[in-house]
């Protein structure tokens, strides 16, 4: 999984210093999440994005932003408590979800948000 810095966020994801609308730039949907190091919870969702990213590869993109050392990209996005998860579909709005989501929770909103599948119904 990449980790992003603002220079490949901005060729990526999204320049927020050329747009003020939201304009997607990658090729793939994708899902960002940020994390710190000294964060219990990011720790618990990280191996689960490394199994999404691989079941997922070629489909979506799955980044890693450190808030510590991406203190910039954190508040752009008003990162107030991580993890926290955006999903940026490859047209339409991104998505923030916060905390350590479980894998079904994930793969759902994946499905929904990133790849717009219809979602079956039991």
């Known amino acids: 999984m990449e980790h992003l810095t603002k220079e490949t966020f901005f060729e990526k994801v999204f320049n927020?210093?050329?747009n003020?609308?939201?304009?997607f730039e990658g090729k793939l949907p994708c899902l960002i999440d940020f994390y710190a190091d000294w964060c219990q919870p990011c720790k618990i969702v990280a191996p689960i994005l490394e199994e999404l990213s691989k079941e997922y590869e070629g489909k979506i993109n799955i980044?890693?932003?450190?808030t510590e050392e991406q203190t910039e990209l954190a508040?752009?996005?008003g990162i107030r408590s991580i993890?926290?998860?955006l999903f940026c579909p490859a047209e339409g709005q991104p998505?923030?979800?916060?905390?350590?989501l479980p894998k079904e929770?994930?793969?759902a909103a994946i499905n929904d948000v990133l790849l717009k599948e219809?979602?079956?119904?039991?």
């Not at 980044?63 to 450190?66: E, I």
């Not at 998505?95 to 350590?100: F, I, T, V």
Request: charged share 25%; no cysteine.
């Open 75 to 77: 508040a752009a996005f």
């Open 118 to 122: 219809p979602v079956e119904t039991k």
């Open 63 to 66: 980044y890693k932003v450190n």
């Open 95 to 100: 998505q923030m979800a916060m905390g350590a």
């Open 16 to 18: 927020y210093e050329k």
């Open 83 to 85: 993890p926290s998860l």
């Open 20 to 23: 003020k609308e939201w304009v």
């Open 105 to 107: 929770q994930l793969v």
